[in-house]
């Protein structure tokens, strides 16, 4: 057992430091079906199932560092998602990815309201599923971010982060296998290819003016502005609260009116000239490897038994999704091109997208890019209301 508060996060930090390290160096192929983030979750679990993290001292550190790093993470997150580089995907391409999104949210409430008596109940499951759903809209910094707004469950996190892994791989490998049959699709919805190469020429152009090398100062100045950001956003939401319950008004509480505050926030902020700042994406990682271990040292492994059933629950959430969009691709024309990189972008982010898109021609890199920041911007809003409409249907 660990008993002194900083041994704690100087194991959690290393033992993520080493997993990332070992997928660098080593270049291990079991890295590529499981990522270096759900070994982080896994392990975690099997220390804490050993009784490892249970002392007085891992427990008041916990309490004193989760949400203070989880609301630095969405805001430095945030900063990359400058609404006017979107402008350069049009209505078009936005509209194919707001598709996506929307029947992802429609599939995670039907598969929460079908499966939640199998994967533990409604009352234990709904946040996690609501972490599951935001990541799927924006990526695994939008499912960390919905342990602030929402009394997640850690061990349906843990199945719900299996289903992330899982679900996801063999998810990118029907797209890729997709991109064979897209004449067929193209032919049944009556594709409109007209403009792509334009929107993608565009949107290489916009992915390409912000290649900066991070300096120290820019390190330096980025941590002690989200973490002050943090802080500001705390006594905002609890003053929030406060206000709101005085006048009888009680409908959101302190976490998900932070949560809302910060990612406005950062969205605001992502306009001005923070948002060109270097290291963004490399310290939101850092924050969200640190999130995510402190996360997973509160969980068990006895919560995984479940997680065969989550997977089935996240498949069925994918049919619904294929379905949905097929029917909108046959009512506005939309080429399997567009509607497989608005997928990836949605499940898997502005680092996934990329891939599928390239597989049809790899000057369509960047609406994939551009596409998985959209998601990024609305995760969270998404996840947010598809927790509040779970927790009504329990």
Same mark, same amino acid.
């Given at each position: 057992m660990i008993t002194n508060g900083f041994t704690y996060i100087a194991f959690l930090m290393f033992l993520a430091g080493a997993l990332l390290a070992a997928e660098k160096y080593t270049r291990w192929k079991g890295f590529e079906y499981v990522p270096p983030l759900v070994w982080i979750y896994v392990l975690n679990m099997i220390f804490c199932t050993m009784g490892m993290y249970q002392s007085e001292a891992c427990s008041a550190?916990? &309490?004193?560092?989760?949400?203070? %790093?989880?609301y630095a993470m969405i805001f430095v997150m945030l900063l990359r998602c400058d609404f006017r580089k979107l402008a350069k995907l049009g209505g078009r391409m936005l509209a194919?990815?707001?598709?996506?999104?929307?029947?992802? %949210?429609?599939? $995670?409430?039907?598969? $929460?309201?079908? $499966?939640?008596?199998?994967l533990g109940g409604?009352?234990?499951i709904w946040g996690a599923m609501a972490a599951l759903c935001a990541s799927w809209i924006g990526g695994s910094a939008n499912m960390a971010a919905m342990q602030a707004a929402f009394p997640v469950d850690p061990g349906a996190y843990g199945c719900a982060l299996a289903v992330d892994t899982v679900d996801y791989s063999l998810w990118i490998a029907l797209l890729l296998i997709a991109v064979r049959f897209s004449g067929k699709w193209d032919k049944a919805v009556k594709a409109d290819t007209t403009k792509l190469q334009a929107v993608a020429d565009a949107a290489n152009a916009e992915v390409a003016k912000d290649k900066k090398k991070a300096t120290s100062a820019d390190w330096i100045f980025l941590i002690g502005l989200s973490l002050i950001v943090s802080a500001l956003s705390q006594w905002v939401g609890a003053t929030?609260? &406060?206000? %709101?319950? &005085?006048v009888g008004v009680s409908v959101f509480d302190k976490g998900t009116l932070t949560t809302v505050f910060v990612t406005?926030?950062?969205?605001?902020c992502a306009l001005t000239p923070l948002g060109k700042l270097p290291a963004v994406e490399e310290l939101s990682n850092v924050y969200l490897y640190a999130v995510v271990?402190?996360?997973?040292?509160?969980?068990?492994?006895?919560?995984l038994i479940?997680?065969?059933?989550?997977?089935?629950?996240?498949?069925?959430?994918?049919v619904i999704h294929t379905l949905a969009m097929f029917l909108l691709s046959k009512a506005f024309h939309w080429d399997l091109c567009m509607v497989s990189t608005a997928s990836l972008a949605n499940i898997g982010g502005s680092a996934s997208a990329p891939i599928v898109a390239s597989a049809y021609d790899p000057s369509y890199a960047g609406i994939g890019v551009l596409m998985g920041v959209f998601g990024a911007a609305i995760g969270n809003f998404c996840g947010l209301a598809a927790g509040y409409i779970m927790q009504a249907l329990i």
């Open positions: 550190v916990y &309490s004193a560092l989760k949400n203070n %790093l989880l194919i990815f707001l598709g996506g999104a929307a029947s992802i %949210l429609i599939g $995670f409430i039907v598969a $929460f309201v079908i $499966f939640k008596g199998t409604g009352e234990t929030l609260s &406060s206000a %709101l319950s &005085s406005v926030l950062g969205l605001v271990s402190l996360l997973a040292s509160t969980a068990t492994l006895v919560d479940s997680a065969p059933m989550w997977i089935v629950a996240g498949l069925f959430v994918l």
